[in-house]
């Protein structure tokens, strides 16, 4: 298996754009998890999906921020409108269930200008 | 609220040298303990996993410990080699629900 997929790997955008961060789980996993690493905060869980449905999102910062996952072979993170302190690095990481090991995708290098 | 502090937050070492890690989490209601390693402008890579009920486990060169009564768990890497330089974050999957709480991370040089 490629293992989880990511794209774009790296993203620049200018304040007030929306951005569509996108995902692949490895085949087979049940939960699929959103992530954003900054310097000051850290890894913070932004919203996970067990089969394809919401389960929680109380990470996701403001109604700026949306995600979906249509099937269970693709998910994605929308920012709209973009602003500068959402520049960070967004990680997906799946898992064949809950509670078992998270494997991360190589992340997408978010910078809002 | 969960809370999971890693100290020191960077750790140098000359090669050969033992390396230890420390983790400690402030709720012990925990499903198990993970310890991931992430390579600068990577992902992360899941090491190992512990489960609530074990004391400790074991893969190659890497143990890591855990003392849920007490909140803490300890990564050893034995024989520390420059290959190992990483941040190493250690995460803990409360008793209650699926999230992973990560602590901060240790970053490691190990000089040759």
């Known amino acids: 298996d490629a293992g989880v997929i990511q794209s774009p790997r790296h993203e620049v955008t200018e304040m007030g754009q929306e951005v569509t961060l996108r995902c692949k789980p490895i085949?087979?996993?049940?939960?699929l998890f959103w992530y954003r690493q900054t310097m000051m905060r850290g890894l913070e869980l932004l919203i996970y999906?067990?089969?394809?449905?919401?389960?929680?999102d109380s990470g996701m910062p403001e109604d700026r921020f949306s995600a979906k996952m249509p099937n269970a072979s693709f998910s994605t993170l929308k920012i709209q409108p973009s602003e500068p302190r959402d520049s960070a690095v967004y990680f997906c990481?799946?898992?064949?269930?809950?509670?078992?090991?998270?494997?991360f995708g190589p992340g997408t290098r978010l910078l809002v200008l | 609220k969960q809370e999971v502090t890693q100290i020191p937050a960077a750790l140098s070492v000359p090669e050969g040298e033992n390396l230890v890690l420390n983790c400690s989490f402030t709720d012990s209601a925990i499903y198990n303990l993970q310890w991931f390693r992430q390579d600068p402008g990577k992902g992360l890579t899941s090491l190992l996993l512990i489960q609530s009920s074990q004391r400790e486990q074991t893969s190659g060169r890497l143990n890591a410990s855990l003392d849920k009564s007490s909140g803490r768990s300890t990564l050893y890497i034995a024989a520390s080699q420059p290959g190992d330089s990483a941040t190493y974050l250690c995460a803990v999957i409360s008793a209650a629900g699926n999230k992973l709480t990560f602590g901060g991370g240790t970053r490691v040089l190990v000089k040759p």
């Open positions: 990481a799946s898992s064949l269930r809950g509670r078992e090991t998270q494997y």
């Open positions: 999906f067990n089969n394809n449905v919401p389960i929680d």
């Open positions: 085949s087979g996993h049940d939960y």
